[in-house]
């Protein structure tokens, strides 16, 4: 995605607040990629085991967990003093979002 | 009157910070909508502010809370594995529910998804949380990024439901017990 520069009423560069909608779409929809890697490959599955009494599930959350602030970190470096626009990005981090709810509910994660 | 220690730390996940978060949400969203809104020609004050930025990170906290107990606290106790030959599985709640074709729903589709869409909660309310702490009054100018916060909130809001309401099953069919039973009240003769 290239964010163009967008106008703002405020003077408040609105590159921060993209940057955070944006991770935590992105974050969201990570949750269920690793959930879905993990369940369809053993390999993966015991990968994730960072904590044993919680199983697969710790490494799961810890690395949407990570993957996510570090996607906030980097793109609020990138754009903190930019005006991006905000209808696209807000539309991608919307569907990544419902996305992640979707493929983490157990009968469509079973169809890939 | 008693409960268990385990039956005490579910309650505080599911009731203490779950249910609670379930709460807010809808508060979040009335103070978010009311504050921010085009309709709404004043501009929010300071105390306004400040009050929204508290109740966002209050509820960014309750649902980390309800998150990281959940998957670290009572998970481990309702997936433990019974040694073998183990006849009375009260004590194992997904085995419990696995061995019987009328419950095994409850953990194959309830449990898995649970798990997962849970941690959507706090992503999404912590952004919320953020964004208002660096946009505050500002927030109102930018209508894109307000409703992009609202339909967040109102995900989160559905995340947290889904959770809250298999968890709530889940409890129900095959319930979390054990550890230290501790003693409420004491009761009347029957």
Known sequence: MSPTASRNDSGVPTGGGAAAVLAAGIGSFLVAVFALLADKFAAIKSTMIFYRP??????VTTCAL???????????ARWRNRSVALAPV???ALVLLILGVLLTFPPIADLF | MEITTRSL??????????ALYLMACSGAL?????????????????RDEVFLRTYLTAMAIVAWLAVLTGAYIIYPWYRAAPPS????LAAFPQRLLLASPSTS????IGMEWKEHVAWMAPICITMAA????????????YPQLRNAILRFVWISLLAAAVAGFFGAMINKNAPVEGGTTIHLVQGGRP
């Open chain 1, 66 to 76: 990570a993957a996510w602030l570090a996607t906030w970190f980097i793109l609020h």
């Open chain 2, 130 to 141: 953020a964004v208002e702490f660096q946009y505050g009054h500002h927030l109102k100018s």
């Open chain 2, 105 to 108: 729903g409850w953990h194959s």
């Open chain 1, 54 to 59: 919680t199983g697969p599930l710790s490494g």
């Open chain 2, 30 to 46: 009335v103070e978010l909508y009311r504050r921010y809104g085009a309709h709404n020609a004043a501009p929010p004050s300071t």
């Open chain 2, 9 to 18: 730390l579910t309650l505080m996940h599911g009731v203490g910070f779950g």
């Open chain 2, 85 to 88: 030959g183990t006849v009375d």
């Open chain 1, 90 to 92: 807000s539309t991608a």
